[in-house]
Every structure is written in structure tokens, then in C-alpha cells.
């Protein structure tokens, strides 16, 4: 297994992760143990191939600080390479599940920059800045898991660049939502202008969403497709997205991530490259183990089949 390329993993002694009980596996272990190292998230393993990933910033609304951008990343970049990860919820612990970027860690840069008087030099801190956080971000987007976001609450500024880089959005009936970075003075740079006119389908609403920093609740989310599912409270949320995630876990991994590739790369291509992009990808996993099993499953009617790890 790689492990995450962090900086600032700094915890040597494992403190226990709020964790499920986990089956006796090596690598699903090993995926604990690195995040069990991290300051800002939880990491457990509910049901066989699934993984948790909480927020765990409660007495901070689970707003984005410095650890919590590079901890992100490690963690997908930890979980999309490993054999026993085939889908990833992604919740948040305490009231909300995230009040954006920690905008204590704003004035922080703030003062960091104030170290330089040269423009061009306090640029070069801004740029490589924001570079760590949209990586952060895109991680969850890069990682050939299926990533489902299970939303309580605040969703907001940050939150929503998080969520829009998933692949399905459930939340609760009491979720709302903010594209607020207008209201501290900036456009959002780590991915809400580029992906929420995507997934909602419409320029019209994301500009209103994003010049406005309007506040939307649960039911228009999921009128406009920014969620799929709205559940009565967090316990039936997370209820269904482990259950959705156990469903996308029992297929062929080689199917499903090939899946997600094909859907991520074609949402900012042509039709035509991306159809001439899973022909290249298919003319091998049509040879695959996985595809002989699965239609044989179901002419058979069969159990289901049992995938080898990927
Ligand atoms: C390079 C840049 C990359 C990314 C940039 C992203 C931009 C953004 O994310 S813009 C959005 C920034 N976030 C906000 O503006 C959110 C502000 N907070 C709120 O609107 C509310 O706190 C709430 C999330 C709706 C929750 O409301 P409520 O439940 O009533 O709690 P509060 O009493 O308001 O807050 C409790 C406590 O938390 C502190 N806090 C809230 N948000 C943040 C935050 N983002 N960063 C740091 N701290 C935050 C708030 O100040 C309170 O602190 P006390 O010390 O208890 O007073």
C-alpha cells in the first residue's frame, strides 16, 4: 500500500479511531492505521469493502483548516489504492457538517503573507496555497472509488466544493446549503464554479447560487440534483449511504471504477472522446475475470459472484 504523501502526519502513536468493529484484514488495517495518524478525520471500515470517512472537527463545525485540506487528500489518496476499499461514505461528526474553510486559518495566511513585502512573493504563498487546497479536493474526484457524501445540516462555502467533487449526494431533511464565498469577498477557487454548474445541470441556477451566497435548504438541493436522496435525520442518512455504498461494494470493482472514469472523464470531454476512451479501457476489461463471472452469474442466476481484489 502507498502511503499518503503528507506532510504533516505528525502523530507517531496510533490513537483509537471511532471505528466499527473491523474484519481481520490486512489492508483494510492498514488504511485504519494511517488514518488513525490524522488530527481532522475518522476512519472506519462498516461493512466488508466499505470505508467511513468522518469529518471529525465537531467542536469546529468541521471548518476546513491546513490539516484538514492535506488529511483529505491522504486519505483518498490512501483509500483509491487500496484492494479492500471499493466505495467510500464521506459524513461529518457533531452539528454540521462543515462550515467551509476555517476562517481562522484564513487570518493565519493573512499574517503569513504579512512575512513578505514583495507582491509577487506573497502571490507565489497565495498560488502555492490554493494549489494544496484544490488538490485536496480533487482527490475525491481522482479516486476510483465511488465517493457518496452523507450531509447533515451546514454545508457551506467549502463544504459545498467538497461535496460537488463526490459522486452522489444524500443528506437529511434539516441539510442546507451555501455556495458563501461572495459574502467573504472571493470567488470559491477550489471547485464549486466548475462543478456545480455540472451536477445541477443548470448555468442559470449556479450563477444565482454563486453570485448570491443564498441559502438553500434540503428539498431544493434535491430539485436541482445537487442531492439524490433526502432522509429524515442522520441515522437513517448514514443508515442509506453505507447501504448504497455495501450495494456498489458487492459489484466488480473492475466494472465500477472503470465506471467512474469513464463518467468523470467524460464530463468535460466530447461524446465522441468518450466513447473512444472506454473502447481503449474496454478492449482489456472485456478480458477480465470479472466480466466472464458476472455474465455467467446472470444467465445462471446465480449468487452473486465473488470478485478478486483490485
Ligand atoms: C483559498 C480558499 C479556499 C477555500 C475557500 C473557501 C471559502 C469558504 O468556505 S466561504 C465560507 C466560510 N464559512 C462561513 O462563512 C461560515 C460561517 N459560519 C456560519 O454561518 C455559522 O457558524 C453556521 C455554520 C451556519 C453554524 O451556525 P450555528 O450552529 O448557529 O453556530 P455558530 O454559533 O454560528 O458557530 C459556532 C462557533 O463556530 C465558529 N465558526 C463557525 N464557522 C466557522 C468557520 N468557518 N471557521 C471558523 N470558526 C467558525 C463560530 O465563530 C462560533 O465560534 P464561537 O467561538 O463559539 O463564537
Given amino acids: 500500500m502507498s502511503l499518503p504523501r503528507i506532510t504533516n502526519v505528525i502523530r507517531l502513536a496510533p490513537r483509537l479511531v471511532a471505528m466499527?468493529?473491523?474484519?481481520?484484514?490486512?489492508?483494510?488495517?492498514?488504511?485504519?492505521?494511517?488514518?488513525?495518524?490524522?488530527?481532522?478525520?475518522a476512519i472506519s471500515s462498516p461493512k466488508p469493502f466499505v470505508f467511513h470517512?468522518?469529518?471529525?472537527?465537531?467542536?469546529?463545525?468541521?471548518?476546513?483548516?491546513?490539516?484538514?485540506?492535506?488529511?483529505?487528500?491522504?486519505?483518498?489518496?490512501?483509500?483509491?489504492v487500496n484492494p479492500d476499499?471499493?466505495?467510500?461514505?464521506?459524513?461529518?461528526?457533531g452539528k454540521h457538517f462543515c462550515a467551509g474553510i476555517d476562517l481562522s486559518s484564513m487570518m493565519a495566511l493573512g499574517q503569513q503573507l504579512a512575512d513578505y513585502d514583495d507582491v509577487a512573493r506573497k502571490g507565489v504563498v497565495l498560488e502555492r496555497t490554493i494549489k494544496i487546497y484544490q488538490d485536496s479536493i480533487t482527490a475525491v474526484e481522482l479516486c476510483p472509488k465511488p465517493v457518496i457524501m452523507a450531509v447533515h445540516q451546514a454545508c457551506i462555502g467549502a463544504g459545498v466544493d467538497l461535496i460537488t467533487a463526490a459522486d452522489i449526494r444524500y443528506s437529511t431533511q434539516d441539510a442546507f446549503f451555501q455556495v458563501k464565498e461572495v459574502d467573504i469577498g472571493m470567488?470559491?477557487?477550489?471547485?464549486?464554479?466548475?462543478?456545480?454548474?455540472?451536477?445541477?445541470?443548470?448555468?442559470?441556477?449556479?450563477?444565482?447560487?454563486?453570485?448570491t451566497g443564498r441559502r438553500f435548504e434540503s428539498a431544493e438541493a434535491e430539485r436541482c440534483g445537487l442531492v439524490s436522496r433526502v432522509y429524515p435525520d442522520k441515522e437513517s442518512l448514514l443508515a442509506g449511504a453505507?447501504?448504497?455504498?455495501?450495494?456498489?461494494?458487492?459489484?466488480?470493482?473492475?466494472?465500477?471504477?472503470?465506471?467512474?472514469?469513464?463518467m468523470v472523464y467524460s464530463l468535460d470531454h466530447t461524446n465522441q472522446e468518450g466513447l473512444d476512451h472506454i473502447r481503449i479501457i474496454n478492449k482489456l476489461n472485456l478480458q477480465s475475470e470479472d466480466f466472464a463471472q458476472?455474465?455467467?452469474?446472470?444467465?445462471?442466476?446465480?449468487e452473486k459472484p465473488v470478485f478478486a481484489k483490485l
Fill in 242 to 262: 453505507i447501504a448504497l455504498a455495501e450495494e456498489i461494494a458487492s459489484k466488480s470493482p473492475i466494472a465500477v471504477q472503470t465506471t467512474k472514469e469513464s
Fill in 85 to 93: 476499499c471499493r466505495a467510500i461514505v464521506l459524513s461529518a461528526a
Fill in 294 to 302: 458476472s455474465v455467467a452469474a446472470q444467465l445462471t442466476k446465480d
Fill in 20 to 41: 466499527q468493529p473491523c474484519r481481520n484484514n490486512s489492508s483494510a488495517q492498514a488504511a485504519i492505521e494511517v488514518a488513525a495518524q490524522f488530527k481532522t478525520l
Fill in 187 to 211: 470567488a470559491a477557487d477550489v471547485g464549486s464554479l466548475q462543478r456545480l454548474p455540472k451536477v445541477i445541470g443548470s448555468q442559470s441556477l449556479a450563477r444565482e447560487l454563486c453570485f
Fill in 53 to 80: 470517512v468522518e469529518l471529525n472537527r465537531p467542536k469546529k463545525l468541521n471548518a476546513i483548516n491546513r490539516d484538514m485540506w492535506l488529511e483529505i487528500r491522504a486519505c483518498f489518496e490512501t483509500l483509491a
